[in-house]
């Protein structure tokens, strides 16, 4: 049987990919291979894969609905679908809010769509994220809080995500599981999160843009803590008991938020170098801390994150070097 990936030239779906054939399951890698960052990136993570057996790739848009219902063929060998490409980033979608629709809302509605379709489809796992809080105050973010207030679009696509996701569990029975995600980090990072912006900045002797002068803390998460708990999700969907919609969502979070300037910190020790910095207000639809509250995946998979960023950084930083050959 198959694992269909879409986003598997990304930061998640490279890893998830990779875990996947690691133990022996076949893999459709889709992906658009987009130019919202350097897709000289996303070409070096999917050489890497095409050098695997069981690994097959197709250059596609997810909104596109021909394009993905051939793909996938009659869908006899699919067994579930791994939903991680995105238009991602908070900022990004004050300039093109159209991508995000697009992608996150469109995208949603032609996988669920295949779902239906596919005769032996076990369960569809999809990327949500933590920014569907909002400027929720109650922290941690636990899955039971309110998430109706977003302060983004990309926050409203993701909930979108969520709420088609449900209809399609309940009238469908498409079994369904969310993952909201809180800043994932690690080797084949992607260019617009903030340990690859900073690392490159104070490399190039460039002052690092600190938001809200820096006060602002993350609940970074290491990809090699996240990929098991996304793989072992995966292997349970919920159970269908005929009366509820077979449906979840979990955070996947390290459950250790870091001041922002900490985090700095450990990055200028891990790089030898001493970081500039341009103090600038907060920016609109950004969220002053993130945590996560992660019980409830703990509880159903054991999900324990092991990694801090004292460890993560530095590994972050040794893949960055070594990719740019510094």
């Not at 848009?61 to 063929?73: F, H, K, L, S, Y």
């Not at 820096?214 to 290491?222: H, L």
């Not at 159903?300 to 740019?324: A, L, M, N, Q």
């Amino acid at each position: 049987m198959t694992v269909v990936v879409t986003g598997a030239a990304g930061f998640l779906g490279h890893h998830v990919c990779a875990a996947l054939l690691a133990r022996g399951d076949q893999v459709l890698g889709i992906d658009n291979l987009n130019d919202y960052y350097d897709v000289s990136l996303k070409e070096a993570r999917l050489k890497r894969l095409q050098a695997q057996a069981g690994f097959a790739f197709r250059r596609i848009d997810i909104a596109d609905r021909a394009a993905m219902t051939e793909a996938v063929g009659d869908g006899q060998d699919i067994a579930a679908i791994v939903r991680l490409a995105a238009q991602a980033g908070v900022r990004y979608s004050l300039i093109n809010p159209y991508a995000y629709v697009q992608a996150n809302v469109m995208g949603q509605l032609v996988i669920l769509e295949l779902c239906r379709a596919l005769p032996n489809l076990r369960h569809l796992v999809y990327a949500s994220s933590s920014s569907v809080y909002g400027g929720n105050t109650n922290i941690p973010f636990a899955e039971a809080h309110r998430v109706d207030e977003p302060v983004s679009l990309y926050a409203a696509t993701k909930k979108t995500d969520e709420l088609m996701s449900h209809v399609y569990a309940h009238l469908y029975r498409v079994p369904a599981t969310g993952l909201r995600f809180f800043t994932v980090y690690g080797p084949w990072g992607r260019p617009d999160m903030a340990a690859y912006i900073f690392t490159k900045a104070i490399l190039e002797g460039r002052p690092i843009r600190l938001f809200n002068r820096g006060d602002m803390r993350r609940d970074f998460t290491y990809i090699d803590d996240l990929v098991p708990a996304v793989l072992a999700v995966l292997d349970a969907p919920p159970r269908d008991d005929g009366e509820n919609a077979p449906q979840r969502i979990y955070n996947i979070g390290n459950n250790q938020p870091e001041p922002l300037m900490r985090f700095v910190e450990v990055l200028e020790a891990a790089l030898g170098r001493k970081a500039e910095f341009l103090h600038e207000p907060m920016q609109p639809g950004d969220v002053r801390e993130t945590c996560a509250d992660i019980s409830a995946i703990q509880r159903d998979f054991g999900f324990v994150p092991k990694t801090r960023i004292d460890e993560g950084i530095p590994k972050f930083v040794d893949w960055f070097r070594r990719y740019h050959g510094l």
